[in-house]
């Protein structure tokens, strides 16, 4: 693969001007009503036909509001916004983060030894083998315990220190892949700036076996330097050399100069590039605690399930293509229902962290309001993505999505193997799972519940309007590789939607302003004297209370 250092030309659209759009919005106020309940009983294959496979992954999307013109007028709109060419932009190491002049290769991190993929005209993948097996062999140095803390004890605990897509990746993919962990060693994450989470992460720890990995991307996120100073300090205070520090003490970084300077010595230190955003980065360096928890092996089948579905999204077309599939779903739930929000609800106690880590990666991608030329939308575009595991959410938040006046598409994540099979436990899980799609998308009518002997007062609350819509995401068995196509498919799936929206997905700007207010706001909470507050009347009333009562 070939780059040029040229931003490249987008194809330029005004979205809601486009032909497949305005037949998409005809098309939206012919099929609102329709009921899933006569869309399955008119056509009895429905439940195969609309379906899909691709990398191991099968999607089955028919319990959604469409027809078989729905998903025709929607791959329409997806060639009409030239999405097509933006993948080959993609996969060709284009900078399409134009906002910061920046390729967007995660693809990269992840393709086979001997691919070239050439940016800037720079072949980058020889250097992305060499940090792999450069954590490789410091991985197995710590797992088989080479590796000593300064006074000679083997590594115990591993703390990864970062925070956004510096924690979020790293926590989802240990607790996902926990069964595949070593289970005489602790890992832990500490992310928040709240001292909490520092003193409760090392607690019962001792010094003497524990290695900090301090990820961050920039090495200069404020709450993971406090985090990283206060485990500099937390280290020296029981092994009292300056000299311990490079024994317990490694970075993950694109800032070379800001690690030394922090103190931890280059070698060792796991670099990536700018061209890894940090929400896309969990299988770059910044997976090294994944990597010294599941071992080399398990990682690479990892990098392989991201790789198989990187080739699916492709080559696949796009009525036949996972991620794009559940991408214009969601779009069109967006955009023509009005729908806010989407619940990703795994049915997996391992991945519990999911939802939050597709939090970031959604949200942060798709939460934008002008488009690429610096225009703002006339059109919603990221929606809100939250979740709990099942069953866990049957039992708190899913009578609102049965029963609410809210329509929120769900996303359910399930596997036909337990890893820790327990009497019926995997049956009775799936069950539900499959149970909930089908409430959802048949509900009960009014008929029903009163053939149950209902009375009249209580019918209207026993009843479920259903026609609730779910896209049901099957795979064989929760393994390293099979996290790396879901996480893949999710990444996809948002530069889909981003694509169609004419977005940066890929830049994060909003974060800003927020990060600027508080560096201002800390002298003025620190000083020992009464400060002269300039914010409006809240921000400084606010500031003065916490003033009086913070001693
Ligand atoms: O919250 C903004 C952000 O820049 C995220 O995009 C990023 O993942 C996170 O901060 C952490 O950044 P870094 O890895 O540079 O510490």
Known sequence: MTTTNVTP??????????????????????????HMRSLFTEDPQRGERLSAEGAGIYLDYSKNRITDETIQLLVKLAGECGFRERIDSLFLGKKINVTEVRAVLHIALRAPKGEKIIVDGLDVAPEVHAVL?????????????????????????????????????????YEALKHYSKRDMTFRFVSNVDGTDFEEATRDLNPEETLFIISSKTFTTIETMTNAHTAREWTLKALHHKESIARHFVS???????????????????????????????????????????GPDNFHSMLSGFHE????????PFEKNLPVLLGLISLWYNNF??????????????????????????????????????????????????????????????????????????????????LNPIGSHHDLLMANLFAQTEALAFGKTEDEVR????????????????NRPSNTILAERLTPETLGKLVALYEHSVFTQGAIWRIDSFDQWGVELGKMLAKRIIPELESGTEPQLKHDSSTNALIRRYRRLKS
């Open 252 to 294: 993950v970084s694109t800032n070379a100069q800001e690690v030394s300077k922090f103190g931890i010595d280059t070698a060792n230190m796991f670099g990536f590039w700018d061209w890894v955003g940090g929400r896309y980065s969990m299988d770059s360096a910044i997976g090294l605690s994944t990597m010294i928890a599941i």
């Open 9 to 34: 030309k987008t194809h330029f659209f005004a979205l809601k001007e486009l032909p497949a759009w305005k037949t998409l919005e005809e098309h939206y106020q012919k099929i609102r009503n329709l």
């Open 309 to 316: 579905m990187d080739e699916h999204f492709r080559t696949a």
């Open 133 to 173: 097996d450069r954590m490789a062999v410091f991985a197995e140095q710590v797992r088989s315990g080479q590796w000593r803390g300064y006074s000679g004890h083997p590594i115990r605990n591993v703390i990864n220190i970062g925070i956004g897509g510096s924690d979020l990746g790293p926590v989802m993919a």
């Open 337 to 418: 229902f009005g729908a806010q929000t989407v619940a990703v609800l795994p049915y997996n106690q391992y991945l519990k962290r999911f939802p939050a880590y597709l939090q970031q990666l959604t949200m942060e991608s798709n939460g934008k309001h002008v488009t690429l030329d610096g225009v703002n939308v006339d059109y919603d575009t990221g929606p809100v993505y939250w979740g709990e595991p099942g069953t866990n959410g049957q039992h708190s938040f899913y009578q609102l999505i049965h029963q609410g006046t809210r329509l929120i598409p769900c996303d359910f994540i399930g596997f036909c193997q337990t």
């Open 451 to 466: 053939a149950e002997g209902t009375p009249d007062w209580l019918v209207p609350h026993r009843v479920f309007e259903g």
